[in-house]
């Protein structure tokens, strides 16, 4: 909250909007210790569960979280077109920096099923039920309920977000000798 509230007051000041960051001075919370990892990593465990238990709209985006370390928003916005043969080429809409990702061999049946889903009447990898793009809240809805599913019917034992698929991908990368540059470039992080 103070992060939104003191980006909005640096925007009016020089806009004459506001006088000062009153945010300034408010000390930051630091996150206990105790708590878990905010975002960890999937398993291949949780990540073969997750697959297999949701609808193919739904894996599709799992996919290509899981296999290109994209954020949620750009999973649920990237148009079929961005993916010309093996490769997949995109411009981040946090930082605007282009990213080419090649399609990994476990990605590419999603991506074949994406393009034959018969509901299909979006431009986007990943469609919802009635083949329109899914909204941002929508595909949090039924992606958060599948896993509330998935933990009460027992077969996760801990909650899992999307953006722990990043993580996800950063890890894989580094256990298989990647560097940082690479893992940057892959990522699309400026640091």
Known sequence: MLAVLSLTFNWGIPRRLADMNPTEKVPRLRRPRDL???????????????????????????????????????????????????????????????????????????????????????????IGQRGLPFTAAGFRARFFKLIRDLRASGKLARPLTFHGLRHTVATRLADAGADDTTIQAILGHAT
């Open 36 to 126: 878990p990892p905010a975002n960890p990593p999937w398993t291949d465990h949780e990540l073969a569960v997750v697959l297999k238990a949701a609808p193919m709209e739904l894996a599709v985006a799992v996919a290509l979280g899981a296999y290109t370390g994209l954020r949620e928003g750009d999973v649920i916005a990237l148009p079929l077109t961005a993916i010309d043969g093996g490769v997949i080429e995109w411009r981040q809409a946090k930082t605007g920096d282009p990213v080419y990702i090649p399609v990994h061999r476990d990605l590419a049946p999603y991506i074949r099923a994406a393009r034959t889903l018969k509901q299909r009447k979006a431009t986007t990898v990943v």
